[in-house]
């Protein structure tokens, strides 16, 4: 296209991202922050403090509770909290309905929790756009392969590869963002790869269904049925009566007997077998509860396996026999479940979570200087269309520092709506996007992008610091609280608020400095002009 | 371990860097850097001592964690920060 | 060519012509997977799938990188139609090979 294939490449790596830049920002951003759901979600609902119960202890209570209270359901379910999420909950059906009690430290029932999308709003905006049906999860498969087009193509815009990227030069600032890019370029690219490589794979069928709707019925739902291992299904025909179980349950008075308690003890033994890991126990399901061929199917924690679907151990409810279980998938099936079980990372101890975080924020520093570089660029170029010029300039604000904003925000709505407001959980929501539309507002109504700039990381920076202040001030029980059983989860958000907070505050004062040295320049020139005016 | 992996990256990382002439010379500036440079051997040679640390580093990062998948996921998260680190404090050390 | 025809064909190629391609070359891989590697339908367009996005990245690199876009889009045209038209040798999977 151009004279050469690298100009081509560089060509390419401009235009697909000035295009999808202010996009890629936004799922990056939100992908980023979604390391994090369980802890956000925890960190937004106060009545959530860590369980450190045992696991034993827990289901123990757990079946009691459920035998007592839903006894005609066919189906239980039990949640174990894991570290991160310290949300403990059983769930079951009854008719069309299902019903969830969650449980607390104490095994108390939690009355009346606060109603939040919490971090599943940064995780479900990220493939959904929040966007009605599938519309947003197609848009971003769009923008995973346009990332991957432009990793691709910017490898080529970067010669010397590895005798030229180590250097930052701090003190010019079009030559610093461009080696910023470039260095954050280079760090990122496996992580990119494999993040935009499985988001595509996630949906791999949906992208491109046609062979599985030239060969099944049902489309792609027909070929996960055929692909992914399940249980024959169960035929319940005889109850359970108390003389057919190992565990004894003292008999109530008739007619309505409550299922017996589950062989947990029994099968719990047996897992400690195989699962060593601390806390191995995801889930809980039980199936056909009442009846005597009912299974129960253990779900391990994804601690121990790169792939998203973890092991499964099924086993009969009353006697604790141990059943088949499911097939092994196959191999490409497997090939896109640890696919998919890198780009969620629900594997990762802290550590690592903290390491792909900090990955994730230098991807989102790259797509931003990638966009605002190629505004530093085209000013000094007299062919660039000013509209547009000004449309990206302006748009990167609202696009980069509008969603920093939005986000904040969002954590600001959630604590400062009360608790009983009903509909809460789309107030917070509407906060987000109205944040974000007054952000534009103003990118676009400020004459100096620059300026939009600094003031917008400016009130940032406030937003961080003032969050750390409600918590401090309305929250101070939960802190103390914290404070004696050591949630290192819920505490740890404070400094990280109070992190972002000063780092947006250096963000808005090098852009300020930027701004006072360029008008000191320009006074400069129009004083020695003047000057040399007078002279003549 | 993923800590002593780290240190190995970095120092890995560090040989390839002073390898290079263009690099050596920024590390003149620091005064550490200065008499490491004075030890290491000529240029090929520092070269394989930073591959040596960094495949060190991924076998000792194989070993010591029990998953495989897990390891390599750590090794390759540690070599990035690692090489920020070396990029930022080289960036440091320009002239200008 | 006026350079702006040329960068909307070479859009037009990469991206539609990238994505139609992917589309139907995934008939002949599955096809490909399930005779030859014996696997399941289903599995087979799992892996069909995956593969065919490579195929879609090297059709949208290559439609900007190539000399001559008519040439290109003509190529990218008789290819579609030639696999359009030997589709039914490939479409329901069970065909034999």
Redesign the interface.
């Known amino acids: 296209m151009k004279a050469t294939f690298r100009k081509s490449m560089i060509w390419l790596h401009t235009y697909l991202g000035v295009i999808l830049g202010w996009l890629l920002f936004a799922i990056f951003f939100t992908g980023t922050l979604s390391y994090f759901t369980p802890e956000i979600t925890r960190y937004l609902m106060p009545e959530r403090a860590s369980i450190s119960q045992s696991q034993q202890s827990m289901i123990a209570h757990s079946f009691s509770y459920l035998s007592k209270h839903a006894g005609e359901a066919e189906q239980w379910r039990i949640a174990l909290p894991s570290e991160r999420s310290a949300r403990w909950s059983v769930q079951w059906r009854e008719g069309k309905q299902r019903q969830t009690v969650t449980f607390d430290d104490k095994f108390a029932s939690v009355e009346n929790e606060t109603e939040t999308k919490g971090g599943l709003f940064f995780r479900n905006f990220h493939y959904t756009l929040q966007l009605r049906g599938y519309g947003g999860r197609y848009i971003a498969g769009i923008a995973a392969m346009a990332m991957l087009l432009a990793i691709f193509t910017g490898i080529y815009t970067h010669r010397r590869f590895f ?1 030229d ?7 010019k600032l079009k030559k610093w963002t461009t080696d910023f890019h470039a ?1 954050a370029g ?3 690219i ?2 990119c790869i494999m993040i935009c490589l499985s988001g595509i794979f996630i949906y791999a069928i949906m992208y491109l269904p046609y062979t599985a709707n030239a060969n099944f019925e049902r489309g792609e739902r027909g070929v996960n049925r055929q692909i992914i291992p399940s249980l024959p299904s169960l035929q319940l025909e005889e109850k359970v009566t108390g003389n057919d179980h190992s565990v004894n349950v003292p008999r109530s008075t008739p007619p309505f007997t409550p299922p017996p308690v589950p062989n947990y003890a029994h099968i719990l033994e047996k897992i400690d077998d195989q699962w060593r890991e601390p806390n191995p126990i995801a889930r809980i399901t039980v199936e056909g509860v009442g009846y005597k061929n009912s299974r129960i199917i253990l779900e391990r924690s994804k601690a ?3 792939s998203n679907r973890a092991d499964r151990l099924v086993f009969e409810t009353y006697t604790g026999k141990p059943l088949k279980g499911y097939d092994d998938e196959t191999v490409p099936a497997q090939i896109r479940r ?1 696919l998919y079980g ?1 780009h969620q990372a629900n ?2 101890p802290i ?2 979570r903290w ?2 975080f ?2 994730g924020i ?1 991807g989102c520093a790259l797509i931003a200087t990638g966009n605002i570089i190629w505004v530093t660029q085209r000013k000094k170029s007299a062919k660039q269309n000013p509209f547009t010029l000004a449309l990206v300039e302006k748009g990167n604000v609202a696009a980069i520092a509008g969603l920093i904003l939005a986000s904040v925000s969002f954590f600001i709505a959630n604590k400062l709506i009360g608790h009983d407001v009903t509909g809460r959980a789309q107030l917070e929501v509407n906060t987000f996007f109205t944040v974000w539309a007054l952000s534009a507002v103003h990118a676009f109504w400020r004459a100096n992008a620059a300026i939009a700039w600094k003031e917008q990381f400016a009130f940032a920076s406030a937003l961080c610091f003032f969050t750390v202040a409600i918590e401090l001030v309305l929250f101070r029980d939960r802190i103390i609280n914290s404070m004696l059983n050591v949630d290192s989860v819920y505490l740890s958000f404070i400094p990280a608020f109070l992190i972002s907070g000063v780092i947006l505050y250096w963000a808005a004062k090098k852009i300020s400095l930027r701004i006072s040295s360029e008008q000191n320049v320009k006074e400069n020139t129009e004083t020695s002009a003047f000057v040399k005016k007078g002279q003549q | 371990m ?1 800590t002593l992996v780290f240190i190995l990256q970095l120092l890995g990382f560090l040989c390839l ?1 002073l390898a ?1 002439k ?2 050596a010379k ?1 590390a003149g500036n620091s005064r550490v850097l200065k008499h490491v440079l004075r030890v290491l051997p000529f240029s090929p040679f520092t070269k394989l001592i930073g591959w040596i640390l960094q495949a060190t580093s991924l076998y000792l990062a194989l070993t010591s964690i029990e ?1 495989t ?2 390891a390599i ?2 090794w ?3 070599l ?2 690692a ?2 680190t ?3 404090y ?2 440091s050390l ?1 002239d ?1 | 060519m006026n350079k702006n025809v040329d960068v909307a064909l070479r859009s037009i190629a990469a991206i539609l012509g990238g994505y139609a391609v992917s589309a139907l070359i995934s008939f002949y891989f599955a096809f490909i997977f399930f005779h030859t590697l014996n696997q399941q339908e289903g599995v087979a367009i799992l892996s069909g799938s995956m593969a065919s996005y490579f195929v879609f990245f090297a059709v949208f690199i290559a439609s900007f990188a190539i000399k001559h876009t008519v040439k290109w889009c003509a190529f990218l045209i008789a290819f579609s139609a030639t696999l359009v038209l030997a589709l039914p040798l490939v479409s329901p999977l069970s065909n034999p090979l």
Request: hydrophobic letters at 60%; one cysteine or more; aromatic letters at 12%.
């Open positions: 005798k990227f180590f250097t930052l030069r701090p003190q260095l280079i760090l990122t496996p992580f121990t396996t790169v640890i890198l594997f990762a550590g690592m390491l792909l900090g990955l230098l | 993923i860097m290079m263009k690099h920024q998953i998948s897990i996921v750590w390759c998260c540690t990035s920060a090489l920020l070396i990029a930022v080289f960036s320009l200008t």
